[in-house]
Nanobody, 128 residues
Framework: QVQLAESGGGSVQAGGSLRLDCAASGGALTTYAMGWFRQAPGKEREFLGT????????FIPDSVLGRLTISRDKAGNTVSLQMTALKSEDTGVYYC?????????????????????WGQGTQVTVSS
């Protein structure tokens, strides 16, 4: 069973940038469509984007479009979430998730229930 681990969280000033990485053990990330979510205190888990198994296709929702980018490294070992122009409302715990049983070029789902495996999350705090 694949295990996911996020890294790269921390504190940043508003307007700054941050990159989060998601690495896997016990399985190859190329087997899965990947997604990123975040959860702010007292709120539901929010979808931030997804990338296909082969890394060719991505989808970023309008709410964060233009500020967030998802990518995979060529070896397929890491999936990254690049965030720019950060705002205080971006504060939360960020999770990567893996969806199994998808075609190579298929994107992952847009709700948490679509995903099979989750990392433990990494905290991002944006101060104004």
């Amino acid at each position: 069973q694949v295990q996911l681990a996020e890294s790269g969280g921390g504190s940043v000033q508003a307007g700054g940038s941050l990159r989060l990485d998601c690495a896997a053990s016990g399985g190859a990330l190329t087997t899965y469509a990947m997604g990123w979510f975040r959860q702010a205190p007292g709120k539901e888990r929010e979808f931030l984007g997804t990338i296909s198994r082969n890394g060719v296709r991505t989808f970023i929702p309008d709410s964060v479009l233009g500020r967030l980018t998802i990518s995979r490294d060529k070896a397929g070992n890491t999936v990254s979430l690049q965030m720019t122009a950060l705002k205080s409302e971006d504060t939360g715990v960020y999770y990567c998730a893996a969806q199994a049983r998808v075609l190579t070029a298929a994107l992952g789902g847009r709700v948490p229930e679509d995903y099979d495996y989750w990392g433990q999350g990494t905290q991002v705090t944006v101060s104004s």
